[in-house]
């Protein structure tokens, strides 16, 4: 019995450590069923997909409930769990019902009812060597897949090979649609790595490199990894040239900076800054109209946003309480955008809030808010310098998804924030010295 539960424990850790690793892949099979077309055009959004990743969420989440992980909460807690369960069924529901398009809202229920398995899964183990189970596995991959994106760069387009298995995509300079950055004149390839987008990536990156730096190395080899982490990051970073991203990391480290220097916790005025883009997040389609009509034709990706907004406070008002359905913002844009039809703007709009708002209403805003202020509870209760980082990853992934929805479209970017959550709700870091 006690040799089974032994290799059951190094299986869980093998699994995860090759999760943490693979996060940045998005290897996939996609299925094409009639409902994830528009216009005849295959839309990726509404493809249900199965990921690299899933296998490996599946077989984690296996592995708990053959060991009993799940099984560890206070039994006087389950009447107050069940009834909460139930209502929250009940809301699913609803929301499935009157959605436009119910299968593509049933399979991003059933996606977020992973990621919420996966950060609960994370929250229960006993980590207490963080830097074997998460600190060395993620410094490797920030390395590997940052190569990918530096050669991407330097060649002008993909590199194909056994890449392929790590899901990579197939592009190059000419490919229309794909990311340029023109320098001197000449057009170069942003970084992509394996990633959608180099914002996407962008954003994963800053997260993912603050994370892997919270707790110290023991070993001189693991100092200089964390070197070699720090530097072709930053490099991935700067050549994916995300402007938004570049804009909010300069903002967190001058607010960590002034603030120091005004001795005031960061994590408090983290609150602030998220409910400042939250209420900007909200105001945001009823400016947007007036915003356009300010607007030159040369700037593209603002006015996408922009068109995005105003849609979405259109698509609001037919569902405000339970939402319009999950996923389901691409599937009714046609209905409410007098734009030459055509594929780019077939997207979320490019703002959490607003896209969550539309998608789950009132009520998956509230629940959402509700999950948020846990969060940040839960750091001012347990004041440690990884609390302080927690709460710059927050503020980084609220005010970049106000202007970009990869925080809750894309496979990366939503994995790695369960992995946040997960350990955030994990007690392991609440008396580490940092």
């Given at each position: 019995m006690f040799r089974a539960k032994k290799k059951l424990a190094i299986f869980q850790k093998i699994i995860f450590q090759a999760l943490i690793f693979l996060l940045p892949s998005q290897l996939a099979y996609h299925f094409w069923p009639d409902w994830s077309f528009i216009f005849g055009i295959r839309i990726d959004y509404l493809s249900p997909t199965i990921y690299l990743t899933d296998i490996l969420v599946f077989l984690l989440l296996l592995s708990g409930f053959t060991n009993g992980l799940y099984l560890k909460e206070k039994k006087n807690n389950a009447g107050h769990f069940f009834l909460k369960g139930f209502f929250f069924l009940v809301y699913i529901l609803l929301n499935l019902v009157f959605s436009?398009?119910?299968?593509?809202?049933?399979?991003?229920?059933?996606?977020?009812?992973?990621?919420?398995?996966?950060?609960?899964?994370?929250?229960?183990?006993?980590?207490?060597?963080?830097?074997?189970?998460?600190?060395?596995?993620?410094?490797?991959?920030?390395?590997?897949?940052?190569?990918?994106?530096i050669a991407q760069f330097i060649s002008g387009k993909t590199l194909g090979g056994i890449l392929y298995l790590f899901g990579e995509r197939r592009f190059n300079l000419l490919t229309p649609g794909i990311a340029l950055k023109e320098i001197f004149g000449k057009d170069f390839l942003r970084a992509y790595s394996t990633f959608p987008h180099p914002n996407s990536l962008a954003g994963y990156y800053f997260v993912a490199l603050l994370l892997a730096l919270s707790f110290g190395f023991k070993k001189i080899f693991h100092h200089k990894l964390k070197i070699m982490t720090i530097l072709f990051s930053f490099t991935s970073l700067?050549?994916?040239?995300?402007?938004?991203?570049?804009?909010?990391?300069?903002?967190?480290?001058?607010?960590?900076?002034?603030?120091?220097?005004?001795?005031?916790?960061?994590?408090?005025?983290?609150?602030?800054?998220?409910?400042?883009?939250?209420?900007?997040?909200?105001?945001?389609?009823?400016?947007?109209?007036?915003?356009?009509?300010?607007?030159?034709?040369?700037?593209?990706?603002?006015?996408?946003?922009?068109?995005?907004?105003?849609?979405?406070?259109?698509?609001?008002?037919?569902?405000?309480?339970?939402?319009?359905?999950?996923?389901?913002?691409?599937?009714?844009?046609?209905?409410?955008?007098?734009?030459?039809?055509?594929?780019?703007?077939?997207?979320?709009?490019?703002?959490?809030?607003?896209?969550?708002?539309?998608?789950?209403?009132?009520?998956?805003?509230?629940?959402?808010?509700?999950?948020?202020?846990?969060?940040f509870s839960k750091l001012e209760k347990h004041k440690t310098v990884f609390s302080e980082i927690l709460a710059m990853i927050f503020v980084f992934t609220i005010l970049t998804g106000t202007v970009d929805h990869y925080w809750f479209t894309l496979q990366q970017n939503l994995l790695l924030l369960s992995l946040i959550f997960g350990l955030t709700f994990n007690n392991f870091w609440c008396k580490v010295k940092v």
């Open positions: 436009q398009n119910p299968y593509v809202a049933a399979f991003k229920w059933l996606k977020l009812f992973e990621l919420g398995l996966l950060g609960y899964f994370i929250s229960r183990l006993p980590l207490k060597n963080f830097e074997d189970w998460v600190t060395r596995p993620l410094c490797y991959s920030l390395i590997f897949f940052s190569l990918i994106g700067i050549l994916s040239f995300s402007t938004s991203s570049f804009l909010v990391i300069v903002f967190i480290f001058l607010s960590v900076y002034l603030l120091k220097k005004l001795n005031i916790n960061f994590v408090k005025m983290a609150k602030i800054f998220i409910f400042s883009a939250i209420v900007f997040s909200l105001i945001l389609p009823f400016i947007s109209k007036k915003a356009l009509g300010l607007m030159g034709t040369n700037r593209e990706s603002i006015i996408n946003r922009l068109v995005l907004a105003e849609a979405s406070g259109r698509i609001l008002v037919k569902s405000p309480t339970i939402g319009v359905g999950l996923n389901n913002f691409i599937v009714l844009l046609p209905y409410y955008v007098s734009y030459p039809r055509v594929s780019w703007w077939l997207q979320p709009v490019h703002n959490i809030f607003l896209l969550l708002f539309c998608e789950t209403g009132v009520i998956g805003l509230f629940m959402f808010l509700n999950i948020l202020s846990k969060f």
